[in-house]
């Protein structure tokens, strides 16, 4: 276990070391990721009475997706607070709060329509503290679903992670499971500066364990999924249980060992997990749910090359979606995406390189 301190917490706080696997606990719950995150905003909004949630349809609706259940009848209408359909008008009153003192959760229904708000979230928030010579910064947190929820059409299923990664001064959390996604958010809404908390609409109902103690998940962390010595799979979000598919079904048919390292946060990125993996394995596969052009994939291949390069045995391999607006029919949509088969074929014909 690894100890940390957090100004804004009056005590310090532990973290499982994360070079490991991490099995679930015996007597630990099993709780849904929409219940991870309400339980992460809840327990912050009990800690600290700056802690807000804002967005449409959080409130009397309980959530467009039934993450903030129950939160309006034990915050009020002052702190779940639902806002007319205008991400440019809310995300800037969000921002507004956060320079006057507040700590503003902003939930967008879909991270799709965060682009109507680009103004205020990329030129406005990451730059206030620069731009005021560090008299005020901006603690808000933008959350909501990233990515294709299935069959939502081109204009509905951005992965924004690709764009807005390369705005300085926001930070990007893009969790793969509940229990990061509980650490992580808790650790969202004490960052000092923006932070951009992408879910995906897949995953909200998936399962896993999550202790009831309170707990902290630092950024910049990258957690070993599996561990293997034959190649480096990198990846985040939801394409990590595809990365972990594949790897079992490599190891079953093939006998390749992967690696899969869950990124978690993507700025800051892991990239010494990143090196030590490769220094191990020689060979790296970088899945990732963007375009390909100036994608999260080409960052993480870029910084393989500058800093683990003579220990590469052939050239780092990107998987993402293909390069075309999102399809709405289903079999299509499957095939755009990266999924286990697309993985296992990278990693097969990477593994036969010289």
Not at 77 to 102: Q, V, Y
Not at 112 to 133: E, R, T
Not at 176 to 201: C, H, M, Q, R
Not at 216 to 237: H, N, W
Request: proline share 7%; glycine share 8%.
């Amino acid at each position: 276990m690894t100890t940390l301190t957090h100004p804004a917490l009056d005590k310090p706080y532990t973290y499982p070391d994360f070079d490991k696997p991490l099995p679930p606990r015996e007597g630990d719950r099993v709780i849904q990721f929409r219940e991870a995150l309400r339980e992460a905003m809840s327990e912050e909004m009990r800690r600290d009475e700056r802690v807000f949630l804002m967005g449409e349809e959080v409130a009397n609706y309980n959530g467009a997706y039934k993450v903030s259940q129950g939160m309006l009848d034990e915050f009020g209408d002052k702190r779940i607070i639902d806002t007319p359909i205008s991400e440019n008008g809310f995300a800037g009153m969000g921002i507004a709060a956060a320079m006057g003192g507040l700590r503003p959760i902003v939930e967008f229904m879909s991270w799709s329509f965060s682009l109507v708000a680009a103004d205020q979230i990329l030129n406005n928030a990451p730059k206030m503290l620069y731009m005021s010579g560090a008299q005020w910064g901006c603690p808000i947190v933008f959350r909501g679903n990233n990515g294709a929820g299935g069959q939502l059409g081109s204009t509905h299923s951005w992965c924004v992670e690709g764009l807005y990664a390369n705005v300085p001064g926001v930070k990007i959390v893009i969790p793969s499971n509940p229990y990061d996604a509980k650490g992580l958010l808790k650790t969202a809404i004490l960052d000092p500066d923006p932070v951009f908390f992408l879910e995906s609409e897949r995953m909200l109902g998936d399962k896993a364990h999550v202790p009831e103690e309170e707990y902290y998940i630092p950024f910049g962390k990258a957690r070993l999924a599996r561990e293997g010595s034959d190649v480096t799979l990198v990846s985040f979000g939801r394409p990590v249980h595809f990365c972990v598919e594949a790897a079992e079904k490599l190891a079953g048919d093939e006998g390749i060992e992967a690696d899969v390292l869950d990124m978690r946060t993507i700025r800051p990125l892991d990239i010494d997990a990143i090196v030590e993996s490769v220094k191990k394995t020689n060979r790296i596969v970088v899945v990732d749910q963007c375009w390909p052009f100036a994608s999260i994939a080409s960052e993480v291949c870029t910084q393989v090359m500058e800093r683990a390069f003579d220990w590469l045995d052939a050239a780092p391999v990107r998987v993402n979606t293909a390069d075309v607006p999102t399809p709405y029919a289903k079999g299509l949509e499957a095939a755009y995406l990266p999924n286990t088969e697309r993985i296992a074929a990278a990693v097969t014909k990477l593994a036969g390189a010289r």
